[in-house]
C-alpha cells in the first residue's frame, strides 16, 4: 500500500465481523446533481460499503422500498416524506441514525450530509455496528487548510514552502495542473474530518496567481473540490496592484487601487461563484503591507473585505504574524514576541465583519513548546482563527515522528481568564466566548505529490487529528488516535498499542531532545528549520534568541525587568509568568533569564535538567524502531519499511541532537553533567583515530556534530 487512500481505505473486514452487520437493501442520496456533496455522500457510501462489507449496493436518488441508508438535507426529508427526529443543527452539522438495517443520514446542508456518511462508514470501517440515534455539530464555522505551494517559473514544478512531500499537487510551471485527480482527492480526505475550506497558494503569494489563465485555473481548481463541500480561496500579495496591475501605489485608500481590487474580486467571482476569501500576509518578513502606506492593518484587511462583500459570503482572514524580521538585538527590550498584540491591540473594532484575525497558536513561530498567544485575549469586536502547522516545519519535518494533538490541546485548553471569566482558546476560536460569527481553525497542511501526501505515513496522524479537533475540541486525542490507526494500517491490538505508545511518547521526547523549558527549537533559525544549530538562536534578525551566554540563558519576558510580553495576558495570567516561582518549569526560560544553576520545581539545576533530558528524549527515540518491528508481518511491508527507515533515521538523529545540544552548553557554561556523559565521548569511534584512505577532512556544520569538535 503507498498511502494514497491515507484512512479512507475501505479494506474488508474479516468474514465473522462482517456477518454481524445488518447490510441494508440499497442506498438513497436524495440528490443526483453530480456537483452536490449529497451525490458524491451516495458514491462514497456505494465505494466504502464494497470495499468494508463486501456488498455491491445500488444508489438511488428516490425512496426505495425496504431497507435503505438515506442520506439528504433536512429539507430534502422533509420533502420526500421521511420521518425525522426533532432536531437542532449548525451549519454543517448533522444527524446520523442506525437502527438495524435503516440508517438515516441527514445534513443541516449537503455538506453536513456528507460528513454523516463519513462518520458512518468510519463506524463500518472499524467494525463498529452500534445503533446510534445522536447529532453532531461542529465547534466553529472555520475549519480550513492553509497550503503553502508557491507557482513557481516555467521550466519548474510547483515548489512548497515548508512542504516535505513533493511538489505542488495545484501548480506547475507557473500554471495550475491540467489533471486534478489529486486535488479531488485531497477534498475527499478533507471532507472526511470535517474540513470546509482551502487556500491554495503561498502566504508569500505570488502575483500571477491572478493574470487570467492562472484565474481561470482557479475555477477548476474549486470545480474539483465542491463536490466534496471544500470552498476554495487563495493568498493575496499586498502589491499585486503595482506589480501587475503597473499602477504606481497599493496604497488601501487609493481610489484606483481600491477600484483594481473591486476588479479582480468580481473576475474571481466569476470563475468561482462560492469563493471562500482571501489570505493576507502584510507587513511581515518583507512582504508588503499597508503599513508601508502609513495606514492601519485594519485599512488593509478592510481593502479586500469590501472589495470581496458584494460577490457572496467570502471572507478575508488577516494573518497576525506581522513582525519585522531585521529585529536588533542589542536593543534589550525589543521582543518578537510582543509583535502582534501590539500591532493589533488598538485595532479591535476596526475590522469589517466580513474579516476574521488568523493567529499563529503561540506568539513566535511553531515552536515545539510556546505559551498561547495573548493576541487570542485582546480581540473581542473581530473572530479569531487559531493558526496550526501539520507541516513539521519545526519539528522534524515528517523525518521524525511527532503527534502533535497534545500540543495543540495545551493550546485549546488554556484559559486566558479575560475580564475574570473562564476564557479557554477553544472557546474564544469556536466564536462563543465573545459571540462571533466568524471564527475557527486553520492549518498549514503542506501535502504534496508523494502518494503518502505528507512523506511519511506516520505523520498523517496529524492532519486526521486537526480536522477530527476542529470539529470537537474536546475530542480525547489518544481515541482519535486509535481510530486513525484502525482506520489506516488495521484493528489488530498490537497495531493499535504500539502506534498509540509511541505517538503519545513522541512530543515529550521531541521536546526534550530539542529545546526544553521554553527555550523553543533550538534548530537553524537561518534558514532550513532543520537539526541542531544552538549558534543561530542569537544575533539573527528574526529574534528567536536565548540570551545564552557563559552563567545564564533565557529571555527575560516580565514586566518588572524583561521585555513586557507578560503584561499582554489577563492580570492574572500576567501574575503567574511574572513570578519565576509560578511559572511552569516547562515555560521558565521563555519567560525568565537565569542562571544555569538556577534550581527548578523537580529540584534539578536548569543544566542538569538539559542534559537529562537530552539523553531522556534520545533515549525514548531509541525505543521507536524496536517496538514498530512488533509490527512486521500485521500490516503490509511497502508501509512497514517506509515507517521503520524513517524512525531509524529519527532515533540517530535524536542522539545528534542530544549531543549537540548538551555540547554547546558543556561548552558554554562549563558545568558538568553529574553523570559525566556530556562531552565524553569514549564510546565513539572518532574519524581521526582511524586510518583513512581517500578521504579528505572537511568542516561540519554544525561544529559539535564533527568528531573532535572540528
Ligand atoms: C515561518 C516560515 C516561513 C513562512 C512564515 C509564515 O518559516 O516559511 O513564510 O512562517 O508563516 O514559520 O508566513
Not at 438495517?101 to 450530509?113: H, L, M, T, Y
Not at 470535517?194 to 491572478?210: C, P
Not at 521585555?563 to 515555560?587: K, M
Not at 534550581?599 to 525505543?623: C, E, N, P, R, W
Request: glycine share 10%.
Amino acid at each position: 500500500e503507498n498511502g494514497i487512500d491515507a484512512w479512507l481505505r475501505y479494506a474488508a473486514l474479516p468474514c465473522e465481523i462482517r456477518k454481524a452487520a445488518s447490510v441494508p437493501a440499497g442506498i438513497v442520496a436524495l440528490n443526483n446533481t453530480e456537483t452536490s456533496p449529497v451525490y458524491t455522500a451516495g458514491q462514497e457510501l456505494h465505494k466504502g460499503i464494497l470495499g468494508i462489507l463486501q456488498n455491491d449496493l445500488a444508489v438511488t436518488s428516490t425512496p426505495i422500498n425496504g431497507s435503505s441508508i438515506t442520506i439528504g438535507t433536512v429539507d430534502a426529508f422533509n420533502s420526500a416524506g421521511g420521518a425525522l427526529p426533532e432536531l437542532d443543527l449548525k451549519n454543517d452539522g448533522f444527524w446520523l441514525g442506525i437502527k438495524g438495517d435503516s440508517v438515516q443520514i441527514v445534513g443541516q446542508n449537503e455538506r453536513g450530509a456528507l460528513y454523516g456518511t463519513f462518520q458512518y462508514l468510519s463506524m463500518l470501517a472499524q467494525g463498529n455496528f452500534t445503533e446510534v440515534g445522536y447529532e453532531s455539530n461542529p465547534s466553529a464555522p472555520i475549519r480550513w487548510v492553509n497550503q503553502w505551494d508557491n507557482m513557481d517559473d516555467t521550466g519548474t514544478h510547483g515548489s512548497i514552502e515548508r512542504g516535505y512531500a513533493g511538489p505542488s499537487i495545484f501548480f506547475a510551471e507557473g500554471l495550475i495542473v491540467e489533471d486534478l485527480t489529486r486535488v479531488s482527492q485531497y477534498a475527499r480526505l478533507m471532507a472526511s474530518i470535517g474540513l470546509n475550506g482551502i487556500i491554495v497558494n503561498n502566504v508569500n503569494a505570488n502575483v500571477n496567481l491572478l493574470n487570467s489563465t492562472n484565474m481561470a485555473g482557479l475555477g477548476r481548481i474549486a470545480d474539483a473540490m465542491r463536490p466534496w463541500g471544500v470552498r476554495m480561496g487563495i493568498s493575496l500579495n499586498f502589491d499585486s496592484p503595482r506589480t501587475l496591475g503597473k499602477l504606481t501605489t497599493a496604497d488601501p485608500l487609493d481610489e484606483g487601487v481600491i477600484q483594481w481590487w473591486d476588479r479582480i474580486a468580481k473576475q474571481l467571482h466569476d470563475h468561482v461563484p462560492d469563493f471562500a476569501g482571501v489570505l493576507v500576509k502584510a507587513n511581515s518578513e518583507s512582504q508588503p503591507g499597508p503599513l508601508t502606506y502609513n495606514r492601519t492593518l485594519a485599512d488593509g484587511a478592510n481593502l479586500f473585505a469590501r472589495a470581496i462583500k458584494p460577490h457572496g459570503d467570502g471572507i478575508v482572514m488577516f494573518r497576525a504574524f506581522v513582525y519585522d524580521n531585521t529585529i536588533n538585538e542589542t536593543n534589550w527590550k525589543a521582543d518578537r514576541a510582543n509583535a502582534a498584540v501590539d500591532f493589533f491591540r488598538e485595532l479591535d473594532g476596526k475590522f469589517d465583519d466580513n474579516v476574521v484575525v488568523q493567529i499563529k497558536y503561540g506568539p513566535i513561530d511553531f515552536q515545539v513548546r510556546e505559551p498561547v498567544s495573548p493576541l487570542f485575549g485582546h480581540l473581542q469586536q473581530t473572530g479569531s482563527v487559531v493558526e496550526l502547522q501539520v507541516t513539521q516545519e519545526y519539528l522534524g519535518q515528517q523525518c521524525h515522528l511527532v503527534y502533535l494533538p497534545p500540543l495543540w490541546k495545551t493550546i485549546l485548553n488554556f484559559d486566558m481568564k479575560v475580564d475574570n471569566q473562564p476564557s479557554l482558546v477553544r472557546d474564544i476560536v469556536s466564536g462563543e466566548r465573545f459571540n462571533q460569527k466568524l471564527a475557527g481553525y486553520a492549518a498549514v497542511v503542506n501535502v504534496g505529490t508523494n502518494t503518502s501526501w505528507l512523506g511519511s505515513h506516520l505523520a498523517m496522524s496529524n492532519f486526521y487529528a486537526y480536522g477530527r479537533l476542529a470539529w470537537e475540541p474536546t475530542s480525547d486525542d489518544v481515541s482519535i488516535l486509535e481510530d486513525w490507526t484502525r482506520l489506516t494500517f488495521g484493528s489488530d491490538r498490537t497495531i493499535i498499542d504500539t502506534i498509540t505508545k509511541m505517538s503519545m511518547e513522541s512530543w515529550p521526547a521531541h521536546e526534550n531532545y530539542t529545546g526544553n523549558l521554553g527555550i523553543q527549537s533550538l534548530t537553524d533559525i537561518t534558514g532550513p528549520h532543520y537539526g541542531p544549530k544552538p549558534q543561530s538562536q542569537d544575533g539573527n534578525g528574526w529574534g528567536q534568541w536565548t540570551r545564552a551566554d557563559a552563567t545564564s540563558i533565557g529571555m527575560d519576558r516580565t514586566v518588572w525587568n524583561g521585555t513586557g510580553y507578560s503584561g499582554q495576558y489577563a492580570p492574572e495570567v500576567a501574575a503567574l509568568f511574572e513570578d519565576i516561582e509560578t511559572t511552569p518549569d516547562d515555560l521558565l526560560l521563555w519567560f525568565h533569564h537565569v542562571p544555569y544553576t538556577q534550581q527548578l520545581k523537580s529540584g534539578k539545576t536548569v543544566i542538569q535538567h538539559f542534559y537529562d533530558a537530552h539523553y531522556a528524549g534520545a533515549a525514548v527515540a531509541q525505543t521507536f524502531p524496536k517496538q514498530w518491528e512488533a509490527l512486521k508481518g500485521l500490516i503490509d511491508a511497502e508501509r512497514y519499511d517506509e515507517v521503520a527507515f524513517r524512525l531509524e533515521y529519527q532515533a540517530g538523529h535524536a542522539l545528534v541532537w542530544r549531543d549537540a545540544i548538551n555540547d554547546f552548553y558543556f561548552n558554554m557554561s562549563s558545568i558538568k553533567d553529574e553523570q559525566g556523559r556530556v562531552g565524553n565521548h569514549s564510546w565513539r569511534i572518532e574519524a581521526e583515530d582511524m586510518e583513512l584512505d581517500g578521504y579528505t577532512v572537511i568542516a561540519v556544520d554544525p561544529f559539535e556534530t564533527a568528531s573532535g569538535f572540528h
